[in-house]
Antibody, heavy 120, light 104 residues
Framework: EVHLLESGGDFVQPGGSLRLSCAAS????????MNWVRQAPGKGLEWVSAIRITGGNTYYIDSVKGRFTISGDNSKNTIYLQMNSLRAEDTAVYYC?????????????WGQGTMVTVSS | QLTQSPSSLSASVGDRLTITCRASQSISIYLNWYQQKSGKAPKLLIY???NLQGGVPSRFSGSGSGTDFTLTISSLQPEDVATYYC????????FGQGTKVEIK
């Protein structure tokens, strides 16, 4: 069974850092693009970042460029999101999602999400 | 930018529902629909305008091209209570603001 499990969400002060993890199982990890999508409390969905496992190309929404870094570990079937200089507006549930294939942005499997709260 | 309408709706069991998604510029057929139930992760329903994801009931269908797209539920069921999001996969992915569906 295809499964994504996020972890690492926490309460952090503005300016702080956090690293999220997403462990994948049940599919060929390197044949897909892995993503982080977030949802602020009571709000809609916002794509944040992606990594093509094959080749390691990374992509970011403008609001997190220079602050967030996505990375992957093929040996552990895990991706990470290093979040630095966190702001209140980064408060959200962060979902890990895989694409239906390597080249698309169609998110066919999602994790259950991990909550990040940025507040003083 | 994707704009969904309506933002919310209330309908009876068995009703036919249509949710629209309008793109600010042409996205060809690269439009996907997701269902998100309260407190849960989103679930892919339809991809590339009209392709039903495996396991999704046939009462869900999608159509459109260019800038105007629709999600149709042919006969609303109680388990369809959720928020529905469109998403374009033509460029950097973006989502519509969502349509909340409730039962009367």
């Amino acid at each position: 069974e295809v499964h994504l499990l996020e972890s690492g969400g926490d309460f952090v002060q503005p300016g702080g850092s956090l690293r999220l993890s997403c462990a994948a199982s049940g599919f060929t990890f390197y044949s897909h693009t892995m993503n982080w999508v977030r949802q602020a409390p009571g709000k809609g969905l916002e794509w944040v970042s992606a990594i093509r496992i094959t080749g390691g190309n990374t992509y970011y929404i403008d609001s997190v460029k220079g602050r967030f870094t996505i990375s992957g570990d093929n040996s552990k079937n895990t991706i990470y999101l290093q979040m630095n200089s966190l702001r209140a507006e980064d408060t959200a549930v962060y979902y890990c999602a895989k694409t239906i294939d390597e080249s698309s942005s169609i998110f066919d499997i999602w994790g259950q999400g991990t909550m990040v709260t940025v507040s003083s | 930018q994707l704009t969904q309408s309506p933002s919310s709706l209330s309908a009876s069991v068995g009703d036919r529902l249509t949710i629209t998604c309008r793109a600010s510029q042409s996205i060809s057929i690269y439009l996907n629909w997701y269902q998100q139930k309260s407190g849960k992760a989103p679930k892919l329903l339809i991809y590339t305008t009209s392709n039903l994801q495996g396991g999704v009931p046939s009462r869900f269908s999608g159509s459109g091209s260019g800038t105007d797209f629709t999600l149709t539920i042919s006969s609303l069921q109680p388990e369809d209570v959720a928020t529905y999001y469109c998403q374009q996969s033509y460029t950097t992915p973006t989502f519509g603001q969502g349509t909340k569906v409730e039962i009367k």
